[in-house]
């Protein structure tokens, strides 16, 4: 048995983006704001469609504060998921 935790599932990195939000009290609108995205890339990287790259990591970090290296994890981890075949949790 290992002690590995290896879900059958993957999320976006949308979804911290998205908690973020929630804990912070902002929209889309004031996320692009901040972080000097349009509101279409936002949205983008929301709904899992907008792959982060680390120039996008780094305006995700300059607005939230959360920093870059974890936004790119969060990609890697998000599209390795899915290559693997598991279920994107995010659209559920």
Known sequence: MSDRWDPDWTISPGETLRDWMEE???T???VARICHMSQGEVERVLNGTRVITPKAAAKLAAGTQI???LWL????AYRDGLAAGKIDASRT
């Open 67 to 69: 920093p870059a290296r």
């Open 24 to 26: 912070n009290y902002v």
């Open 28 to 30: 889309p609108r004031v």
């Open 73 to 76: 994890n969060l990609e890697r």
